[in-house]
T-cell receptor, first 113, second 112 residues
Framework: AQTVTQSQPEMSVQEAETVTLSCTYD???????LFWYKQPPSRQMILVIR??????QNATENRFSVNFQKAAKSFSLKISDSQLGDAAMYFC??????????FGKGTLLTVNP | DVKVTQSSRYLVKRTGEKVFLECVQD?????MFWYRQDPGLGLRLIYF???????EKGDIPEGYSVSREKKERFSLILESASTNQTSMYLC???????????FGPGTRLLVL
C-alpha cells in the first residue's frame, strides 16, 4: 500500500523568508501524481501545486515550487517570500492510477510577522 | 471555478441518530469522495463514487454508507451515529480524466 510521510508536524518561518516542507512517499508504481494541498484556518482545502511523475521538470506556481526526486521518492514544497496568508496546514498527497488519494498527516506552518 | 458545497458547516447529533451529510458539486464531475479528517491522522477516505449509483469503499467505510442518485450530489449516511464518528468530514470531486480533487468547506460533526 502507498504511504505518504510528512516528517515535520510543525514548521515556522519569518515573513518574506523561504521555507521548505518535506514529504516522502512509498510506492512500487511508476506512473502517479503528487500534490500539495493547503488548508487555512477556515478549513477549505485548496490545491497548491501538482506534479506528474513522468515529468522531470519540477512544478512551480508563483511563489510555490517543488523539488521532486523520483528515485528518492521525495516531494518537498518550497514557499518563497512567505506571507502571513501562507499560514495553514499543508498536506502532501499521492495518487496512482486508481481513484484513491493518499494523504500525509500534514505540516502546520506558522508565519511570523 | 469549481464549487463544492456541503449542506452544513457544523452539526450536533445524539448517539444512535441517523445522520445525513450532503455534498453538491456544480462542475459535472464524475468522481466524488468522502473523507474524514482527524488531528494527527490526516485525511482518510471513507467512500467514493465514480458514477451515478456507483460506489466503492475506501479505507474506513465501517459505520457509513453513501448514496449517489444524481451526478452532482453525493450523500454520506451515518446509520446510527456513535461518539467515535465525531470528526471533520470533507467532500471532494474530480473529473474522471483529471487527477485533481476539489474540496468542499467541510462539516464538523459532534456526536454526543
Amino acid at each position: 500500500a502507498q504511504t505518504v510521510t510528512q516528517s515535520q508536524p510543525e514548521m515556522s518561518v519569518q515573513e518574506a523568508e523561504t521555507v521548505t516542507l518535506s514529504c516522502t512517499y512509498d510506492t512500487s508504481e511508476s506512473d502517479y501524481y503528487l500534490f500539495w494541498y493547503k488548508q487555512p484556518p477556515s478549513r477549505q482545502m485548496i490545491l497548491v501545486i501538482r506534479q506528474e511523475a513522468y515529468k522531470q521538470q519540477n512544478a512551480t506556481e508563483n511563489r510555490f515550487s517543488v523539488n521532486f526526486q523520483k528515485a528518492a521518492k521525495s516531494f518537498s514544497l518550497k514557499i518563497s517570500d512567505s506571507q502571513l496568508g501562507d499560514a495553514a496546514m499543508y498536506f502532501c498527497a499521492y495518487k496512482s492510477s486508481n481513484y484513491k488519494l493518499t494523504f500525509g498527516k500534514g505540516t502546520l506552518l506558522t508565519v511570523n510577522p | 471555478d469549481v464549487k463544492v458545497t456541503q449542506s452544513s458547516r457544523y452539526l450536533v447529533k445524539r448517539t444512535g441518530e441517523k445522520v445525513f451529510l450532503e455534498c453538491v458539486q456544480d462542475m459535472d464531475h464524475e468522481n466524488m469522495f468522502w473523507y474524514r479528517q482527524d488531528p494527527g491522522l490526516g485525511l482518510r477516505l471513507i467512500y467514493f463514487s465514480y458514477d451515478v449509483k456507483m460506489k466503492e469503499k475506501g479505507d474506513i467505510p465501517e459505520g457509513y454508507s453513501v448514496s449517489r442518485e444524481k451526478k452532482e450530489r453525493f450523500s454520506l449516511i451515518l446509520e446510527s451515529a456513535s461518539t467515535n464518528q465525531t470528526s471533520m468530514y470533507l467532500c471532494a470531486s474530480s473529473l474522471w480524466h483529471q487527477e485533481t480533487q476539489y474540496f468542499g468547506p467541510g462539516t464538523r460533526l459532534l456526536v454526543l
